[in-house]
């Protein structure tokens, strides 16, 4: 398959050599960090947040903002991307990342906090999008898996760093540092990118999809509402509530307007005819179940361990360190293999059965436990996923047009971070609904005031480990015996993502980066065209046609790739 590639004078290409190549990739890593780290070092500091600005009661929507601005932010990223070049939105997400970092360290009420964790997630869903694609971008698959090691390994870093300096933070100077710390790390990201990334911006065109901007974020956002119904402080589904029912009436309208205006316009948001690829569509489901069923687990863990082995926030934190050490482990492993073998089939196929073994093993979690025991149980829930995240986004890439890697990458992320949505709050649902019901149990017939104020809505980890033996057990066991059940209606989700990896047809790694697919680089050992022409480099990386030793300012297309 070869591509014919148009040289214009004002638009030379771009010379991709290894040293090229480590500067982007190390702008990208520098942004990534950012974003990676956020996520553990406010999590660390979240009861302390929310009980200094009074929002106990709905601090799971500090979490769901940021949530659903990264749902929503995703597709756009990824097709501005693939439209006008992805440089320029890739420094304002870390602006953007930047700015809100400064606003929420600023906040002085929770609903102020909440909005600019959704800035936040406007920036850190373009951070991931953009690494993504931009990596695809420099870097040909068949090259791509050994540079998931150090990505693998910036996500574990950031795991084991993000509890242990929001925990020093919130003790020290304040939990507001946990968000400004962000800010000089984040102008620190955009000055590189902004040196680093010497990547093409073009002008389009082409049409901007208004009309799915606008029904996708209404629809996103309907189903973040539903799914997080039991955190706006209702009864739970009462379905003849008119704002619930016009909520999912909305939701339903606006779901069907977006496909109804993707299958019509002629640059879709996310074009609908991505799911006639038979590797696309399969990945997209693997990561929808995945985020349902990964997510979901990883949401409860943390509290599990504070009430039960009476951590802090910060050690609850360093002891979900086994599940990151497995992700390190087999993901920098299979990016090696996937590298010198040119075959990825395998790793989801076994991941997602590694990740059914660990979900399994999880049901039989007790009260007091070893926490040897338990990292066992999270490392191979971690290697599972360590097997399977990243290779079903090179798959993902490796299967769709050059030219669509941006909107292929964040339509595949955006299905994902739908299903974290949904399976985080229909399993927290699962869980708090059980663990009312056992409390109950736990505190009926204790003689008034011998319980916790509030009763079990009131429990901290540290009223639980001073309360009197039999009651603290018995509270340990009631949190044991609410969450390993709750595993089990994930199991038969991983077992669908299982066998959807089975029908994964492999696809031959190729051995173009984007950039050169789509005619706008050139790799530097590869750089001499058919025409007896060559491809010299000129200042800041870019390279131009020359012929006979004189610039060639019109140059017509040339044949200078193949694939």
């Known amino acids: 398959m070869s591509h014919a590639v148009t040289t214009a004078p004002d638009r030379p290409l771009v010379v991709l050599n290894q040293r090229t190549i480590w500067l982007i990739f190390g702008a990208l890593m520098a942004s990534m960090f950012l974003s990676s780290l956020d996520q553990t070092i406010v999590g660390t500091a979240m009861p302390t947040i929310v009980g200094e600005l009074n929002g106990v009661e709905h601090q799971g929507w500090v979490i769901t903002a940021y949530i659903l601005a990264i749902a929503i932010a995703m597709p756009l990223y990824g097709k501005f991307g693939d439209l006008y070049g992805r440089r320029w939105p890739f420094l304002v997400a870390v602006g953007l990342f930047v700015v809100a970092s400064l606003g929420g360290g600023m906040a002085q009420s929770f609903e102020s906090l909440v909005a600019w964790r959704a800035v936040q ?15 695809a971008d420099i870097i040909p698959a068949s090259d791509r898996g050994k540079y998931m090691g150090p990505m693998g390994a910036l996500f574990g870093i950031s795991a084991v760093a993000g509890p242990l300096l929001g925990g020093w933070l919130t003790d020290g100077p304040g939990w507001r540092w946990t968000f400004w710390i962000n800010v000089p790390i984040g102008v620190a990201a955009w000055v ?13 065109d082409k049409p901007t999809d208004w009309g799915g901007i606008l029904t996708m974020a209404l629809g996103t956002t309907g189903v973040v509402l539903l799914t997080s119904w039991q955190s706006l402080g209702n009864d739970g589904y009462d379905w003849s509530d008119p704002m ?5 009436l909305g939701t339903v309208v606006m779901v069907g ?8 316009v002629s640059e879709p948001l996310i074009p609908l005819r991505l799911f006639k690829n038979r590797t696309f569509t399969i990945t997209t489901l693997i990561g929808l179940v995945l985020g349902m069923g990964m997510f979901s687990a990883m949401s409860m863990l943390p509290t599990f361990l504070q009430m039960s082995s009476g951590a802090g926030v910060t ?3 360093l002891l979900m360190l086994p599940m990151m050490a497995g992700v390190m482990l087999t993901s920098i492993v299979s990016g090696i293999a996937i590298s010198r073998t040119g075959r990825y089939k395998m790793f989801p196929v076994a991941g997602l059965a590694i990740t059914i ?8 979690i007790e009260g007091e436990m070893s926490l040897w025991l338990f990292g066992a149980m999270i490392f191979v829930l971690g290697a599972g996923m360590g097997l399977v995240m990243q290779t079903i986004v090179l798959a993902v890439q490796n299967s769709v047009d050059p030219h669509e890697l941006g909107t292929a990458t964040s339509s595949n992320n955006f299905f994902r971070e739908i299903g974290a949505a949904v399976g985080t709050a229909a399993f927290t649902t699962v869980f708090t609904s059980r663990l009312t019901d056992n409390l109950e149990g736990v505190f009926a017939g204790l003689p008034e005031g011998a319980a916790p104020a509030g009763g079990g809505s009131g429990l901290t980890p540290q009223i639980v480990d001073q ?8 509270v340990v066991d009631a949190f044991a015996s609410s969450l390993a ?9 991983v077992v669908v993502g299982l066998v959807l990896a089975l029908f994964l047809k492999e696809v031959k790694l190729s051995n173009e980066a984007g950039m050169v697919a789509r005619g706008e680089a050139v790799m530097e050992d590869k750089a001499a065209p058919e025409d007896g022409g060559k491809v010299v480099l000129e200042d800041g990386g870019k390279a131009v046609l020359e012929d006979g030793g004189k610039a060639v300012p019109d140059a017509e297309e040339t044949d200078i790739l193949s694939r």
């Open 315 to 317: 050690e609850s934190g």
């Open 467 to 474: 309360l009197p033996e039999p009651l603290r057990s018995g």
């Open 257 to 264: 307007l977006f496909v109804l205006i993707e299958n019509r």
């Open 485 to 493: 059940p709750a595993f089990w209606y994930l199991v038969p989700l």
């Open 244 to 248: 619930l029912l016009g909520l999912l």
């Open 121 to 135: 997630g406007l920036g850190g869903g373009g951070l991931m999008i953009l690494a993504q694609a931009i990596i």
């Open 357 to 364: 073994i660990g979900m399994i093993w999880l049901t039989q």
């Open 192 to 204: 590189i990118a902004y040196f680093a990334l010497k990547l093409p911006s073009h002008r389009s």
